[in-house]
């Protein structure tokens, strides 16, 4: 039974990847709207743990700081994916010129393909900077990707499993004669 719901929390999985790579509007609100919830969840499991640990002093400048951005996440879900867009456009962009310049302090000879792809990861990075509708598409293809990733692993660990039960059967009867 446990196998069978692998294979259908695969397949819905991997259903809901294909969904979010071609609806990545949707995707990049729904990922706000879950970052916000998941903040307000975390500020209210801090405040439990700060009380019922009796940490002293109270950090009631961190829980109200907290509670504000966790707020404003919900209140003002444009404002969030805003912030997790040029989050990422520029933490892209920084990894990218540092990619590209570790390239070049190792010499080119010997690493042409990896210059040209940082390079190109430069040259995308400024896209992304410049046309915050390709980040965004960039970063919900990213989320839909891992999503159809997570999908096929639950689809092959049920079938690798269920063939490892098909082969150890016949050394199992051959024990038991």
Same mark, same amino acid.
């Given at each position: 039974m446990a196998r069978f719901l692998n294979i259908l929390f695969g397949v819905v999985f991997f259903l809901f990847g294909i969904y979010m790579w071609n609806n990545p509007t949707e995707t990049f609100i729904t990922y706000s709207f879950y970052l916000g919830l998941l903040y307000v969840i975390w500020t209210i499991i801090t405040i439990f743990y700060i009380f019922r640990k009796k940490i002293r002093p109270v950090p009631y400048g961190n829980i109200i700081v907290s509670i504000i951005i966790s707020i404003a996440i919900l209140a003002l879900?444009?404002?969030?994916? &805003?912030?997790?867009?040029? *989050? %990422? +456009? %520029?933490? %892209?962009?920084?990894?990218?010129?540092?990619?590209?310049?570790?390239?070049? =302090?190792? #010499?080119? =000879?010997?690493?042409?393909?990896?210059?040209?792809?940082?390079?190109? &990861?430069?040259?995308?990075?400024? +896209?992304?900077?410049?046309?915050?509708? +390709? &980040? #965004?598409? *960039?970063?919900a293809k990213i989320l839909a990707f891992f999503v159809i990733m997570n999908g096929i692993s639950y689809i092959f660990s049920s079938i690798i499993d269920l063939s490892l039960i098909h082969i150890s059967e016949p050394t199992r009867q051959a024990e038991i004669s």
């Open positions: 879900p444009m404002f969030s994916i &805003a912030m997790v867009l040029w *989050t %990422f +456009v %520029f933490i %892209f962009l920084i990894s990218a010129i540092y990619y590209l310049r570790n390239v070049i =302090k190792n #010499g080119l =000879k010997s690493h042409l393909l990896q210059f040209i792809l940082a390079c190109i &990861a430069v040259i995308y990075g400024f +896209v992304m900077l410049f046309n915050p509708i +390709v &980040a #965004g598409n *960039t970063i």
